[in-house]
């Protein structure tokens, strides 16, 4: 009776650990995790925790079983998986949650994981099939082994034990992942590196507030997790969880190509490019490199250096910007410090600061100036694979893109023209807004569009042309920054691919 307790309370930790590990990726961008189900109902049999991805996201849904051992007695295997001590075996009960979720899954499917601090058996036949890199069946040459090798006799017991179709079953293992040998030290390494990542605390006691968070949802009924709840739940216990403003961990780069000006305390990183720029009328740094191939050779490699350095010398992601510069060296800095990567940027603005990590305002959004008034986009020639898109935060730059596309001998396939409504940013979390609609927006037209280059013309705060470069990673194989020059139109800037 003490064992069977023992390990059903360490079962429930595992668990609820691992489930929060995954609810955390809702606030990592680059994870495009949407929602996370603790206890999901509609997984039948894999039920313990749901992660259910963007729209956008490439990946598929993820179904989790979740066995925790209170010893290492014994490991897994090709026969264990089909021998149910109580019932039903995994691989039945993984097979009747297949055949439940499959019809109605998305085009990116779906996969049922068994996760376990147990192992697999090295001396078992499959094993030799499950791979190292993706933990996964190597299905073609499980399929194909013949009929009387060690492999083939495997495949038909399974088969013959699930009554299986041979596309159906082929199918089924497609979607096996086998997460196996993650030992609760692991996992708890795992969950403190991304609480440290999202600069949350990391001691004793917070690691036991987790699980009681976890089954606070569970008993509370809430087994959908959002952004929207997770931020909440921190925002209510956040003595508990975030480290106060003075711990806070970050790196400080400072940023000119307009004018120099003295930072408030001295950066980590300086980047001072205003005397690479032709001076404007009134002898600050211009809109235009004195050599415009800078862009790419001097500007962006420049940078692209600092991230690295970061990276590799610092654990911290929060990245603390200032400095008077365009909007298209700021386009450029989102994009190095991108969302997908992990980082934070918080911009000084005079007498407030404004972060990508805050929550986006449900008010803003962005209407359709193009003609037609759809999201496909205006076309233009319907040739070529370049489009335009232009995003007006302050005054419409229309007119400007209508003249520019003017002068073009370049094949434009479309173009899309989007205003922000209101027609100002009022604070970070329009910023924010402004970026995630740009991202869905900009990502669908190139999508629907086939196209493979991108032209990016905004006209709006420079806070804004930082927050939707942080959000602009996978938009299109090339995205071409357009920089207004006064008196002459719009000038290619920075390349982003």
């Given at each position: 009776?003490?064992?069977?307790?023992?390990?059903?309370?360490?079962?429930?930790?595992?668990?609820?650990?691992?489930?929060?590990?995954?609810?955390?990726?809702?606030?990592?961008?680059?994870?495009?995790?949407?929602?996370?189900?603790?206890?999901?109902?509609?997984?039948?049999?894999?039920?313990?925790?749901?992660?259910?991805?963007?729209?956008?996201?490439?990946?598929?849904?993820?179904?989790?079983?979740?066995?925790?051992?209170?010893?290492?007695?014994?490991?897994?295997?090709?026969?264990?998986?089909?021998?149910?001590?109580?019932?039903?075996s995994l691989l039945e009960n993984f097979w009747k949650s297949w055949k439940?979720?499959?019809?109605?899954?998305?085009?990116?499917?779906?996969?049922?994981?068994?996760?376990?601090?147990?192992?697999?058996?090295?001396?078992?036949?499959?094993?030799?099939?499950?791979?190292?890199?993706?933990?996964?069946?190597?299905?073609?040459?499980?399929?194909?082994?013949?009929?009387?090798?060690?492999?083939?006799?495997?495949?038909?017991?399974?088969?013959?034990?699930?009554?299986?179709?041979?596309?159906?079953?082929?199918?089924?293992?497609?979607?096996?992942?086998?997460?196996?040998?993650?030992?609760?030290?692991?996992?708890?390494?795992?969950?403190?590196?991304?609480?440290?990542?999202?600069?949350?605390?990391?001691?004793?006691?917070?690691?036991?507030?987790?699980?009681?968070?976890?089954?606070?949802?569970?008993?509370?009924?809430?087994?959908?997790?959002?952004?929207?709840?997770?931020?909440?739940?921190?925002?209510?216990?956040?003595?508990?969880?975030?480290?106060?403003?003075?711990?806070?961990?970050?790196?400080?780069?400072?940023?000119?190509?307009?004018?120099?000006?003295k930072p408030t305390s001295e950066p980590d990183y300086h980047l001072d490019?205003?005397?690479?720029?032709?001076?404007?009328?009134?002898?600050?740094?211009?809109?235009?490199?004195?050599?415009?191939?800078?862009?790419?050779?001097?500007?962006?490699?420049?940078?692209?250096?600092?991230?690295?350095?970061?990276?590799?010398?610092?654990?911290?992601?929060?990245?603390?910007?200032?400095?008077?510069?365009?909007?298209?060296?700021?386009?450029?800095?989102?994009?190095?410090?991108?969302?997908?990567?992990?980082?934070?940027?918080?911009?000084?603005?005079?007498?407030?600061?404004?972060?990508?990590?805050?929550?986006?305002?449900?008010?803003?959004?962005?209407?359709?100036?193009?003609?037609?008034?759809?999201?496909?986009?205006?076309?233009?020639?319907?040739?070529?694979?370049?489009?335009?898109?232009?995003?007006?935060?302050?005054?419409?730059?229309?007119?400007?893109?209508?003249?520019?596309?003017?002068?073009?001998?370049?094949?434009?396939?479309?173009?899309?023209?989007?205003?922000?409504?209101?027609?100002?940013?009022?604070?970070?979390?329009?910023?924010?807004?402004?970026?995630?609609?740009?991202?869905?927006?900009?990502?669908?037209?190139?999508?629907?569009?086939?196209?493979?280059?991108?032209?990016?013309?905004?006209?709006?705060?420079?806070?804004?042309?930082?927050?939707?470069?942080?959000?602009?990673?996978?938009?299109?194989?090339?995205?071409?920054?357009?920089?207004?020059?006064?008196?002459?139109?719009?000038?290619?800037?920075?390349?982003?691919?």
């Amino acid at each position: 009776m003490t064992s069977m307790h023992a390990a059903r309370l360490g079962g429930d930790d595992y668990q609820h650990l691992y489930s929060w590990f995954l609810a955390l990726a809702l606030k990592l961008p680059g994870e495009q995790a949407w929602k996370v189900t603790v206890e999901d109902k509609t997984g039948e049999k894999v039920d313990d925790v749901t992660v259910r991805y963007k729209s956008d996201a490439t990946q598929p849904d993820c179904y989790y079983q979740i066995k925790f051992h209170i010893d290492q007695r014994s490991m897994y295997s090709y026969h264990s998986l089909i021998t149910g001590k109580k019932g039903k075996s995994l691989l039945e009960n993984f097979w009747k949650s297949w055949k439940k979720l499959s019809p109605g899954a998305s085009e990116r499917g779906i996969e049922l994981c068994l996760l376990s601090n147990w192992a697999w058996d090295s001396q078992d036949a499959l094993g030799q099939l499950v791979s190292g890199f993706h933990d996964r069946i190597k299905v073609d040459v499980f399929m194909a082994a013949s009929s009387d090798s060690p492999i083939g006799q495997i495949r038909q017991t399974w088969q013959q034990k699930l009554q299986a179709s041979d596309e159906d079953f082929k199918a089924f293992i497609s979607c096996l992942y086998f997460q196996l040998g993650y030992s609760s030290t692991n996992l708890e390494k795992q969950v403190l590196d991304r609480m440290r990542w999202l600069q949350l605390k990391t001691d004793t006691i917070t690691l036991k507030a987790i699980t009681n968070i976890v089954r606070g949802w569970i008993k509370g009924d809430q087994h959908e997790i959002d952004l929207y709840l997770l931020n909440e739940t921190l925002k209510n216990r956040n003595q508990d969880f975030y480290l106060p403003k003075e711990q806070e961990r970050f790196v400080t780069i400072h940023m000119e190509t307009v004018k120099n000006a003295k930072p408030t305390s001295e950066p980590d990183y300086h980047l001072d490019w205003v005397d690479l720029f032709v001076p404007d009328e009134k002898g600050f740094g211009g809109h235009q490199l004195k050599d415009p191939t800078g862009w790419n050779t001097v500007l962006r490699p420049q940078l692209f250096e600092i991230e690295k350095k970061i990276s590799a010398t610092n654990p911290y992601t929060l990245i603390k910007a200032s400095g008077w510069s365009r909007l298209s060296q700021w386009f450029a800095f989102g994009y190095v410090f991108a969302s997908v990567a992990g980082y934070t940027i918080e911009v000084d603005l005079p007498n407030q600061h404004w972060r990508t990590d805050v929550e986006a305002n449900q008010d803003f959004s962005l209407e359709v100036t193009s003609a037609g008034g759809s999201f496909d986009g205006e076309p233009i020639s319907g040739k070529g694979t370049t489009v335009v898109v232009g995003i007006s935060a302050e005054t419409s730059l229309d007119p400007d893109i209508r003249r520019y596309l003017e002068t073009q001998t370049t094949s434009v396939l479309a173009v899309l023209l989007l205003q922000a409504k209101p027609d100002r940013l009022r604070n970070a979390g329009d910023a924010v807004a402004l970026a995630n609609i740009v991202k869905k927006r900009v990502s669908a037209f190139v999508r629907q569009q086939n196209a493979s280059r991108l032209l990016l013309f905004y006209n709006g705060p420079a806070v804004g042309a930082c927050f939707i470069g942080h959000r602009l990673n996978k938009v299109c194989p090339e995205t071409q920054i357009m920089e207004y020059q006064p008196g002459q139109g719009y000038a290619p800037s920075f390349l982003l691919r």
